[in-house]
């Protein structure tokens, strides 16, 4: 079973006065969420008087980087931000007595609340609104719709009769190809053959 963590000077008071009122054993288990045995423990020790407020040192090796490194680890990463866990080790084990893993410098740094991040290839993305400034979208109504919501987003400088965002000029463009390739060109729609207004392929 794993060991728990010692039980703090409030938890040790609901225990005795619990106990002290008549309360079980297994019901102050559960409310302090602790064992039955450390409940017996602590009440059996105010009994004796021997109970002891203070809690026990924290136990396990120290901690490699302590509050003083923290601070000079901070400071290499401001210095640098592009800097790789590998080169804020060698960093902290120059001129130091006791040398320190970058497994170690990675653990501070999770535990500082820095974390490493990816430089981005790309712009980031942002929200811009291209249109195809046709005469339709480019109404005084709507040009002052964009006028009171642009600080929610940018409008795009884009050149009218685009084919992006335009599918008719991709059809425009098609019927000029079509007339050029012909022997005698017409001078009007009456003069132009049928076939070639149909879909294009």
Partial sequence: MQKRSDLSDVQKGMIIGFRVKGGSISEKANL???????????????????????????CGAPRAIDDRGERRLRR???????????????????????????????????????????????????PVHRQDNARCHTARSVCEWFEEHQDEFTVLPWPANSPDLNPIENLWGHLDRVVRAMDSQPRNLAQHPGEHLQKPN
Avoid: F, H
Avoid at 36 to 46: D, L
Avoid at 77 to 94: G, K
């Fill in 32 to 58: 302090v969420n602790c064992s039955r045995a450390a409940v017996v423990k602590v009440y059996r020790a105010w009994q004796y008087g021997t109970i002891q407020n203070q809690r026990r040192g924290t």
């Fill in 76 to 126: 290499c990463v401001r210095a640098n931000r592009r800097a790789t866990v590998e080169q804020l080790t060698a960093q902290m084990n120059q001129g130091a007595t006791k040398s320190v893993s970058s497994t170690t410098v990675q653990r501070t740094l999770l535990r500082m609340g820095l974390r490493s991040r990816r430089l981005v290839n790309a712009p980031m993305l942002a």
